[in-house]
């Protein structure tokens, strides 16, 4: 459904999940899930709020603008207990204090949000958003997909056969250093699970049930497909969206033992208004 009538034109979405400590920033921002997920929507006449490219503030056409160099300025950040220290960590506060202001902003004005959160990637700045949107009583769509890693399974059988102990034993090592955790059932933690409505989980995209969006098509192939590949989502966010835009979800009450309206959304039509005597 397109056009006037159907429900998500016009409303706005934002676009949430890491930004930082990723393999590559600039992979993530040229082909990752918010790209495939704008070209999705863009039949529906929504308005997306994407973080890799921040609106133009009206009057300010350069406010946030250093954040696109926060890599290489994040690098000179210092512990150092002294005046010159004290410096450098409050420059790079100032540097940042702007992008978080955007963000926040959009998710004030959003009508709902779509939050990416795998188990495996540090993100702060994710959770906040989640908790901002929530705590406005926003539609917070979660996605969060299984975890595994086939490489080290592969590299583990690989020492064993060669009965390499040393390497098994510094590959155990490396696996609790870096809190390498599977997560086969891509299960949130429980902190999303007693913030956010049942409904609102996902367990992947569904990018593989799209011609235009699947990966080795349109798009590279990305290690996102190849997880959607192995473990096809039982719940995939894309077709709720679909039918999202021609149907208000309900919500499930555990009291009443059934599906009732559900409050939270409550997208405005975008320029209607009833007059004011």
Request: proline share 8%.
């Amino acid at each position: 459904m397109t056009g006037n009538d159907s429900i998500l034109h016009g409303a706005r979405i934002y676009l949430s999940g890491p930004m930082d400590f990723l393999v590559s920033r600039d992979e993530e921002k040229q082909n990752g899930w918010r790209s495939r997920l704008r070209q999705f929507l863009k039949p529906f006449a929504a308005t997306v709020y994407d973080p890799w490219s921040k609106p133009v503030i009206v009057g300010q056409n350069g406010y946030g603008k250093d954040y696109e160099y926060s890599s290489k300025k994040r690098a000179q950040w210092t512990f150092a207990d002294n005046q010159s220290g004290c410096q450098i960590r409050s420059a790079l506060c100032d540097l940042f204090y702007p992008t978080v202001q955007i963000n926040r902003r959009m998710v004030d004005i959003c009508d709902l949000l779509i939050a990416y959160c795998p188990t495996n990637v540090y993100s702060v700045g994710t959770v906040n958003e989640i908790i901002r949107a929530r705590s406005q009583n926003k539609p917070v769509l979660f996605v969060s997909p299984p975890i595994t890693y086939p490489a080290l399974d592969e590299l583990t059988k690989h020492l064993s056969k060669r009965n390499d102990r040393q390497a098994l034993t510094l590959l155990e090592q490396v696996k609790e250093e870096a809190a390498i955790k599977e997560n086969v059932n891509g299960v949130p933690s429980p902190w999303y699970l007693g913030i956010l409505p049942e409904d609102y989980f996902f367990d992947g995209f569904g990018f593989h049930l799209y011609p235009q969006l699947k990966g080795d098509g349109n798009w590279p192939n990305t290690l996102l497909d190849e997880i959607e590949h192995k473990h096809p989502p039982k719940r995939p966010l894309l077709p709720y969206l679909e039918k999202l835009n021609s149907e208000i979800p309900k919500r499930y009450d555990p009291v009443h033992k059934d599906f009732v309206d559900n409050s939270d959304w409550l997208i405005l039509k975008p320029g209607v208004h009833e007059a004011v005597d």
